[in-house]
């Protein structure tokens, strides 16, 4: 199984008539992602094609939505207007908004996700490489070569870090990576990703990359120590950070002992988590666990 998105799921993309949007489509579709339509309200109407597939464009995501029945939204939309784009997303009831756009004002990601709380929309970014399901579908800009299905469930802020244990664990390969982003506000968490893993029968193993700066690793500890019986290995950027200096994602910042990659390890260990200290021996851990059976 995957979680999030799998082979049913039916996108679309907000800007996809953009660089960005256009260039990513043509990679989602390359990996079998069933991309719908596009939406762009001064294109509606037109289309666009890609190699042996032709998309149309709507002008809103409500009207793409009853054409299409789609499921999924991904939005390559400038940092501006992203706020409204998702807000839009989410009143026309979409039930994923996978939010790649970097740089969103703080202030514009705290309106949508207060506005997408209670609805049926799981909003995953900003500032995120988004989802993928190997051999299923990918929304977002993840590379869909490096990995293959599997049976291990991938949770991570840094998108690179995504790439990197996707491609050193190949050779046991992924239910599903989610890329949660790393700005102070996300829409899904780790605890979000780490609870459908958890469920779902497919996947046997928790990889969960965290990095400096605020508690977020501390709380998915807190809350594997108390719903996870899965194992779980984690991973944290930033042991080499000085401190007080914001450090890569917006919200990697360290005040004092609080937030420091020694401390998310020692209470991420303290609930049973193996933690690597490098992504390398993140893997080997994980790599043991699966091999130890």
């Keep these: 199984m995957a979680i999030f998105l799998d082979e049913t799921s039916r996108v679309i993309v907000q800007g996809m008539t953009g660089s960005e949007g256009a260039k990513h489509t043509r990679r989602m579709l390359a990996a079998g992602t069933r991309v719908v339509g596009g939406v762009n309200a001064r294109k509606a109407g037109t289309s666009v094609a890609f190699d042996d597939v032709t998309l149309p464009v709507f002008g809103t995501v409500a009207e793409a939505m009853a054409e299409t029945d789609a499921t999924v939204s991904v939005l390559f939309v400038p940092p501006a207007f992203t706020g409204d784009a998702v807000t839009e997303a989410v009143d026309a009831g979409i039930g994923l908004a996978v939010v790649i756009t970097e740089g969103v004002p703080v202030h514009d990601t705290a309106r949508f996700w207060a506005h997408a709380s209670g609805s049926p929309t799981r909003i995953i970014g900003p500032n995120c490489p988004g989802v993928i399901s190997p051999g299923k579908s990918n929304a977002g800009i993840i590379p869909a070569d490096i990995t293959k299905p599997g049976s291990i469930g991938l949770v991570s802020k840094s998108g690179t870090l995504t790439y990197q244990l996707m491609h050193e664990l190949k050779d046991f390969g992924f239910t599903t990576c989610v890329g949660i982003g790393g700005d102070p506000i996300v829409g899904t968490t780790h605890i979000d990703a780490i609870e459908a893993f958890e469920a779902d029968p497919e996947t046997e193993l928790i990889v969960m990359i965290g990095e400096i700066g605020g508690d977020a690793e501390e709380r998915a500890a807190e809350f594997v120590r108390d719903n996870v019986t899965k194992p779980v290995v984690g991973y944290v950027a930033g042991f080499t950070a000085p ?51």
Excluded at 263 to 279: C, D, L, Y
């Design 243 to 293: 401190e007080g200096r914001t450090m890569g994602h917006a919200g990697a910042i360290v005040s004092g002992s609080s937030g420091t990659a020694e401390a998310k390890k020692r209470a991420m260990e303290a609930v049973g988590i193996r933690v690597g200290r490098t992504p390398s021996e993140t893997a080997a851990l994980a790599r043991a666990i699966l091999t130890a059976g």
